[in-house]
C-alpha cells in the first residue's frame, strides 16, 4: 500500500557517530524539494516521545556536512523500548500530522523503527554507529572516521612505545563486535589484535609472538583490544608480569565518535540520507536503508532486523603473518 506522506520526522539515536549530520542534511532537503515537511525531534527517541521538535528548512542544515556528533543531539531512550513508549510516540505524531520518521542509529535505533512502523508510523532506518555492527549493512556511518581517528591515536603511541622501547596496548570501543579492533589493528601493524568474535590465548597469541619478535630484534610491540574482548589494562598487567617488559594501558575511549566526517562518511550519509527521503516521498515506509557490495539498497525491517553479518575471521591469520 502507497502512503500519502506530507510531513516526516528525522531523528538520530543511540551513540552519535561522525557523518550524522551529513544524513540529516540530504534528508531534510531531499524531503522539501519532493514537496515535504520536515520536523527535526531532539535527542532522538526521547524528544519524540516528549514531543520536542521543530520545523526544519533547506538553510537549517547549512554548514553542517563536514561537523561531527548530530545536531539533533541523540540518547538511548529506555522508555522507547516499551509499549507504551511507543504508544506515546505514536500519538505524538498522530497529534501534529507527522506521517513517517526517519531514524539514524545503530541497531536499538532499527528496533525502535520497526516498533513505531508496528504501531502505525512508518518508519526508515539510517545505520549510523561508529561500530559498524549492524547486521543488514555493509557500512554504518561514522565507521570510517572513527578507523581513522583511532588509526592517528595509535601511531602516537607508537612514537612513544618505539623511544621507550615499550608495549602500547590499545583499547578501542565496538562493543560486543571486533571490526574497529580488527582494521584498525592491521592499519597500524599492531601484533596481536583481540577481538570478541575470535577466541584468543594470551600466551599463545600475545606473550609467544612478543617473546619470539623480541629475539628477532623488534623492541617495541602494539597489542590492540576490543573493548568486547578484554580491559587493556589486564591485559597490560599480564604482559608486563609474564615477559617483565614495560607496557602501557591507553583506552581511546569517546574519541573515537567524534571529529570531522571523512569523505566516505559524508559520501556514504549523503547517498543514504536521499534514499531514506526518496523511499517516503514514494509513499513507502518501514524499511531500513543500507550499503551492499558498494550500493544504496533498502530492505523490509523485518527482514533487516534478521540479517546477520560476520566478520572475517582470515584476517586475524592474516594479521600475524604480517606483524612479526
Ligand atoms: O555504539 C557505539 C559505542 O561507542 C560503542 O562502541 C560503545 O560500547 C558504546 O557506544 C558506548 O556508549 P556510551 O557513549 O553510551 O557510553
Avoid at 506522506?5 to 524539494?33: W, Y
Avoid at 539514524?104 to 549510523?128: F, Q, R, Y
Avoid at 578501542?172 to 601484533?191: F, H, N, Q, W
Amino acid at each position: 500500500m502507497s502512503l500519502n506522506i506530507k510531513t516526516i520526522g528525522v531523528l538520530t539515536s543511540g551513540g552519535d557517530a561522525p557523518g550524522m549530520n551529513a544524513a540529516i542534511r540530504a534528508v531534510v532537503r531531499t524531503a522539501i524539494f519532493k514537496g515535504i515537511k520536515v520536523m527535526g525531534f531532539t535527542r532522538g527517541y526521547t524528544g519524540l516521545i516528549k514531543g520536542e521538535f521543530s520545523e526544519m528548512n533547506i538553510r537549517s542544515v547549512s554548514e553542517i556536512i563536514h561537523r561531527g556528533g548530530t545536531v539533533l543531539h541523540t540518547s538511548r531512550c529506555l522508555e522507547f523500548k516499551t509499549t507504551a513508549g511507543v504508544e506515546k510516540a505514536r500519538d505524538i505524531c498522530n497529534e501534529n500530522g507527522i506521517d513517517a520518521v526517519v531514524a539514524i542509529g545503530g541497531d536499538g535505533t532499527m528496533k525502535g523503527a520497526k516498533n513505531l512502523s508496528e504501531a502505525g508510523i512508518p518508519t526508515i532506518l539510517i545505520p549510523a554507529t561508529i561500530d559498524n555492527d549492524v547486521g543488514c549493512s555493509d557500512y554504518s556511518i561514522g565507521f570510517d572516521t572513527a578507523l581513522n581517528t583511532a588509526m592517528l591515536m595509535i601511531d602516537k603511541l607508537r612514537d612513544t612505545a618505539q623511544s621507550h622501547e615499550r608495549c602500547s596496548v590499545v583499547e578501542v570501543m565496538g562493543r560486543s563486535s571486533g571490526y574497529l579492533a580488527m582494521t584498525t589493528g592491521i592499519a597500524c601493524g599492531a601484533l596481536s589484535i583481540l577481538i570478541p568474535e575470535v577466541e584468543f590465548d594470551v600466551d599463545r597469541d600475545i606473550i609467544d609472538r612478543m617473546l619470539y619478535t623480541q629475539r628477532t630484534g623488534k623492541r617495541h610491540f602494539i597489542v590492540v583490544v576490543a573493548e568486547g574482548s578484554g580491559s587493556a589494562m589486564e591485559i597490560a598487567e599480564l604482559i608486563r608480569a609474564k615477559t617483565g617488559i614495560e607496557t602501557t594501558a591507553t583506552i581511546l575511549g569517546h574519541v573515537q565518535r567524534g571529529g570531522s566526517p571523512t569523505l566516505e562518511d559524508r559520501y556514504i550519509a549523503s547517498l543514504m540520507g536521499v534514499r531514506a527521503a526518496e523511499l517516503l516521498a514514494e509513499g513507502i515506509g518501514k524499511r531500513a536503508v543500507v550499503m551492499k557490495h558498494g550500493q544504496i539498497m533498502d530492505f523490509d525491517i523485518d527482514e533487516a532486523l534478521n540479517m546477520r553479518k560476520t566478520i572475517d575471521k582470515d584476517l586475524a591469520v592474516l594479521s600475524q603473518k604480517i606483524s612479526i
